[in-house]
């Protein structure tokens, strides 16, 4: 049973930064790729950044620039680096892991606040 935990979130202020970890439970490498999500309240979830088994990745044009997705392969852990945080960035932060077309796999999540 895969399993992926978040970790690193919290309040900051606006300007702030912010690094999310999210561990698997044995390699990640079996994963066609890893993205982290986010949900505000009253929102739909939406994709943040993604990184694919080849380390390519993409990012939503709302944190282009602002936010940066890696992974160590030998920690099995993906990171969403997220700097010059603005309130609108507050929202619950998930994991995700797909070895298929749709992601499998998703952490509980982590709550990110940004106060004005």
């Known amino acids: 049973q895969v399993q992926l935990v978040e970790s690193g979130g919290g309040l900051v202020q606006a300007g702030g930064s912010l690094r999310l970890s999210c561990a698997a439970s044995?390699?990640?490498?079996?994963?066609?790729?890893m993205a982290w999500f986010r949900q505000a309240p009253g929102k739909q979830r939406e994709l943040v950044a993604r990184?694919?088994?080849?380390?390519?990745?993409n990012t939503a044009d709302s944190v282009k620039g602002r936010f940066t997705i890696s992974k160590d392969n030998a920690k099995n852990t993906v990171y969403l680096q997220m700097n010059s945080l603005k309130p609108e960035d507050t929202a619950v932060y998930y994991c995700?892991?797909?070895?298929?077309?749709?992601?499998?796999?998703w952490g509980q999540g982590t709550q990110v606040t940004v106060s004005a």
């Open positions: 995700a892991a797909t070895t298929s077309l749709s992601y499998d796999y």
């Open positions: 990184i694919t088994r080849g380390f390519m990745t």
């Open positions: 044995g390699s990640i490498i079996r994963f066609n790729a």
